[in-house]
């Protein structure tokens, strides 16, 4: 997964706070967290983000944040993920309202 961010941005910063990993740029994009049963990857802006491939699966009830949980043996729509993270690089840089 950290390989996709990557790729879909090249400018996103890596960064250990709060425990796990964090991908910023112009803001925080998304946070990584280990569990014993997954890994969860949360988009901060994610509410804000067309998901049109269903790649968030998880904190789908809130007004901000969205999530993905990847348990062993998922298969995850790469290039559907990178375009959700190109979608957060472009929210970040969105005119503040």
Do not use: C, Y
């Given at each position: 997964?950290?390989?996709?961010?990557?790729?879909?941005?090249?400018?996103?910063?890596?960064?250990?706070?709060?425990?796990?990993?964090?991908?910023?740029?112009g803001g925080i994009l998304c946070t990584g967290e280990a569990y014993k049963d997954k890994v969860?990857?949360?988009?901060a802006k994610g509410a804000a983000l067309d998901d049109p491939q269903h790649v968030f699966n998880a904190s789908l009830d809130g007004n901000a944040?969205?999530?993905?949980d990847i348990?062993?043996?998922d298969r995850v729509d790469a290039?559907?993920?990178?375009?959700?993270v190109q979608a957060a690089v472009r929210?970040?840089?969105?005119?503040?309202r």
């Open positions: 997964m950290r390989q996709l961010i990557h790729e879909a941005d090249p400018g996103v910063v890596e960064e250990w706070k709060w425990g796990g990993p964090v991908w910023s740029h969860k990857l949360t988009f944040r969205r999530a993905l348990r062993e043996g290039a559907a993920f990178k375009a959700l929210a970040n840089a969105a005119p503040k």
